[in-house]
């Protein structure tokens, strides 16, 4: 008989109040992390703004549309998510916009849509962006606010986006700051986008996400030159190897 362990299909939800942090493009990394390990997840777009993670033709997203013109959940919407996400024996990726985001994490907590997923064997994964520059404080209040709000069997990964700018607050790092240090038990772990050189790396990291390219599309795209190729293949590994650890 086969002793094997298997993990729980994981249910990674990608929640952040504020617009224009990069959540569509962490998706995007999930999606081909799992790829990367011959998994297929299945990939989900909630945005009722911008849906760019659809836009990804490779990673085959869904589109639901969980809002209605008065900015509340469309029940039927968020039910026949919830029976694909339950019925999927694939691991799944949530991508959802800031303008649904406090009707939605309402709704998952006021429906215990989170225990549900637990009690069908899935594992909760919450995945929190924070950035810097002027939406620091905004996104460190928001990771807060969730995690204050997440039950124990959730994982919450933090992704410390550094594009506009390092993720301190007079010059003590995330780590350091109260928003960490009283929530520390409850996080699973930390990926950081760092930081790159802005007339190379950042903009081949625009350039792939304008056109909607994962990363194994870009670096054997003719579009891209070798050296933006090779800087490429050099941030894939440096997020996948912080995604081995955390994940």
């Not at 994982?155 to 700018?165: A, D, I, M, S």
Request: aromatic residues 8%; proline residues 3%; hydrophobic residues 40%.
């Amino acid at each position: 008989m086969s002793t094997e362990n298997h993990k729980p299909a994981e249910v990674n939800l990608i929640l952040q109040g504020k617009g224009g942090v990069g959540k569509s493009f962490i998706a995007s990394i999930l999606a081909q992390y799992y790829l990367e390990k011959n998994e297929t997840p299945l990939c989900i777009d909630t945005d009722p703004v911008n849906a760019t993670f659809l836009g990804y033709k490779a990673l085959n997203a869904h589109r639901i549309e969980l809002m209605r013109e008065n900015n509340v959940i469309d029940t039927r919407q968020f039910d026949s998510m919830m029976e694909m996400i339950i019925e999927s024996s694939q691991d799944v990726i949530v991508d959802n916009g800031a303008a649904s985001f406090i009707p939605l994490f309402g709704y998952l907590v006021e429906n215990n849509a989170m225990e549900m997923l637990k009690d069908c064997g899935k594992q909760v994964v919450i995945h929190s962006v924070i950035t810097g520059g002027q939406a620091l404080m905004d996104t460190l209040n928001g990771f807060s606010q969730m995690v204050n709000n997440t039950p124990p069997y959730v994982k919450n990964v933090v992704w410390l986006n550094e594009y506009f700018g390092k993720v301190e607050v007079q010059e003590k790092s995330f780590e350091k700051l109260k928003a960490y240090t009283d929530n520390k038990d409850k996080v699973s772990g930390i990926i950081t986008i760092p930081k790159r050189a802005a007339q190379t790396f950042e903009q081949d990291i625009q350039l792939m996400q304008d056109k909607r390219l994962t990363f194994n599309e870009a670096i054997t795209s003719s579009e891209f030159e070798l050296m933006a190729k090779q800087r490429l293949k050099m941030i894939k590994k440096s997020l996948f190897e912080q995604l081995d650890i955390v994940m």
